[in-house]
């Protein structure tokens, strides 16, 4: 604004709280950035944590401890074998069976 000078500004009466409260204030203030400041190392301690544990249960889980072994199981080795045997079966058959192709061609 054009005609709001500092000089202007100065003119204006402020209010001011007692120093009691200005006081009182101050130290809730410092108690809350205590606060806020404790929080924030806590969090930090906890993000920490959370990565050690989150690698932790990575680790578990490639090495097949997450969880008991039940012995009626198949061992990996063989279920492997299983998947790849049926992988390669499916990948050999004809993607348009006999009839399909004829159905096509007529």
């Not at 205590?34 to 969090?43: F, G, I, N, Q």
């Amino acid at each position: 604004m054009r005609n709001l000078s500092q000089a202007n500004l100065r003119q204006i009466p402020l209010p001011l709280p007692p120093e009691g409260e200005v006081v009182r204030l101050a130290e809730g203030l410092d108690r809350q950035l205590a606060v806020a400041e404790s929080s924030r190392d806590t969090l930090c301690a906890d993000l920490t944590r959370i990565a050690r544990l989150r690698q932790s249960i990575l680790k578990w889980a490639f090495e097949g401890r997450l969880v008991d072994q039940d012995p009626t199981d198949e061992p990996a080795a063989e279920l492997l074998a299983r998947i790849r045997g049926q992988r390669a079966a499916v990948a050999t058959k004809p993607k348009w069976s006999e009839r399909a192709v004829r159905q096509k061609r007529a």
